[in-house]
């Protein structure tokens, strides 16, 4: 009796985790962690008329009106570089636009053309969104920037924190 109680729990020490593993999974009891702030995009897009390739980028196309969600959209673009510390000179912000820049000399501007412009609504970029683009101009990670005042500050410290982790991860830029 006793060598029989040994073999079943013998066996169910190494079948029972097996058994409980198996229906946690099959159950979706087990959600997996997440580990960047941003949305990627399913297909990445290749910005090659951005200026001087080489430094990670965030991007804003900013609207005809600029109206709270842009303003603090380049408000981010303006203090996101700042607060990535040391790592400063391998950030910077773009904003888009496709009249003459009115707002802060912080910021790279650039006026659209309108093969660039149609390139831009061609690749199904949404507007208020803040996107990331690596050093070689591709455009991976997408932030969109809240009406909500509360989730303002959340995003802003989600991409701060990605930001950070690419740095701290990538050779290039």
Known sequence: MKGRMTLVALIGIFVLPVVVAKLVLEQSWYEKGVTNY???????????????????????????????????ALFQLTQIPIAVGKERDRVSSVALTSSAPKAPEVLTWQTLTTEQARAWQ????????????????????????????????????????????????????
């Not at 101009?137 to 959340?154: C, G, R």
């Open 38 to 72: 941003g949305q990627f995009l399913t297909e990445p897009a290749t910005l090659n008329w951005l200026p001087e390739q080489g430094q990670w980028r965030l991007i804003y196309r900013v609207p005809e009106q600029c109206d709270s969600v842009c303003e603090q």
């Open 122 to 173: 061609q690749q199904a970029f949404d507007k208020n969104t803040i996107y990331l683009s690596d050093p070689m101009n591709n455009v991976v990670l997408a932030y969109p920037v809240s009406d909500d005042k509360t989730k303002w500050v959340a995003q802003g410290k989600g991409l701060l924190r990605d930001l950070k982790r690419l740095l701290k991860l990538s050779k290039v830029g």
